[in-house]
């Protein structure tokens, strides 16, 4: 009886896995003729429907028109970790030409990221890495750099003193950690600012503001927040301006959704880290390219970030900024 259980178990198991990579290959449209013959790669994001990624994927698209190579946009809804390994797992038994994956924690994709690569599936890292893993490359921000420039922008305004709460879209994924040490880092040096709190999000919109919300609420000396992802900017700036905490408190924020840059005309939000996801999304496809044509690629590519505030914003518009 119980090897009759087991064997049922089994077969269940791989009916399961089996019907997973069938909807997987009709969704990517690996089983359509006209695409037959160019190369499919994978870009797999941080949370689907998160509109950052749509720069990266706007990018991608426009390498591989031009290198004649088809992209599939993947992403799990939320921000789970075992969802973005299914989707590297699943294109690898699908035997893509390339994937182009985002890296939530190191550790967790490591694995899966060498098994494509033994394989011969070239994988390149974007936005967030994998530095111990055997990606063929990074592209993306330094993202402990980019954390320093948010410090450095945040003591133009408040000064060496003050009280920052670090609003995170994840604490534990790691160009998040990279960039809130880089801030910490540079702001334990060179200033007296203390961080009264490290809060995380989960990449939401809304829970970016309550959490906000609940931060100053508690504290009244909190003067100002950094945000190191995109939609927690978004957030944090609804709260402050809910609050009527607008010039009380400065936001530093990350990327340059068209609400944030909304919010730096109307004063609610000082500055923006902008990255350059497009950039990511098109050398990506490219090194894939490249490297599927025999080429020899570099195992990194440091994307560069711009500061946008007030000053500036006139001439971030015009795309005078570069």
Not at 13 to 22: A, G, Q
Not at 165 to 187: A, C, D, H, P, T
Not at 214 to 240: E, Q, R, T
Request: hydrophobic fraction near 40%.
């Amino acid at each position: 009886m119980k090897k009759y259980i087991v064997y049922i178990i089994f077969m269940l198991t791989n009916v399961c896995i089996f019907t997973f990579l069938l909807i997987y290959i009709s969704n990517t449209g690996l089983n359509k003729s006209e695409k037959a013959d160019k190369p499919k790669i994978v870009l797999i994001s941080h949370v689907y429907s998160n509109p950052y990624w749509q720069y990266v994927k706007q990018g991608a698209e426009d390498a591989a028109k031009e290198r004649g190579a088809v992209i599939e946009f993947k992403g799990p809804n939320t921000d789970s970790i075992k969802e973005g390994i299914k989707f590297i797992d699943m294109a690898i038994y699908a035997k893509v030409q390339g994937i182009i994956t985002y890296v939530q924690d190191e550790n967790e994709y490591k694995p899966y990221i060498n098994k494509a690569i033994e394989r011969g599936i070239p994988l390149i890292t974007v936005d967030s890495d994998a530095e111990t893993s055997n990606r063929l490359a990074y592209v993306g921000t330094d993202n402990v750099k980019a954390g320093e420039v948010a410090a450095k922008e945040l003591m133009k305004k408040i000064g060496t003193n003050g009280n920052v709460f670090i609003l995170m879209g994840g604490k534990e994924v790691k160009n998040q950690i990279e960039r809130v040490k880089g801030f910490s880092n540079y702001i334990s040096t060179h200033s007296n600012i203390h961080i009264t709190n490290i809060e995380g999000s989960g990449a939401y919109l809304l829970e970016s503001e309550l959490a906000t919300r609940k931060i100053l609420s508690k504290n009244h000396k909190i003067n100002a927040i950094f945000c190191p992802s995109a939609l927690g900017s978004v957030g944090a700036a609804k709260a402050v301006e809910s609050m009527n905490l607008k010039g009380k408190v400065s936001i530093i924020g990350f990327d340059d959704l068209p609400e944030t840059i909304a919010n730096i005309s109307k004063g609610v939000t000082y500055a923006t880290i902008v990255q350059r996801p497009y950039e990511m999304g098109y050398k990506s496809v490219n090194l894939i390219m490249d490297n599927l044509q025999g080429k020899k690629i570099n195992g990194k590519y440091i994307t560069d970030v711009k500061v946008v505030d007030e000053s500036n914003l006139d001439s971030y518009l015009r795309g005078d900024i570069k």
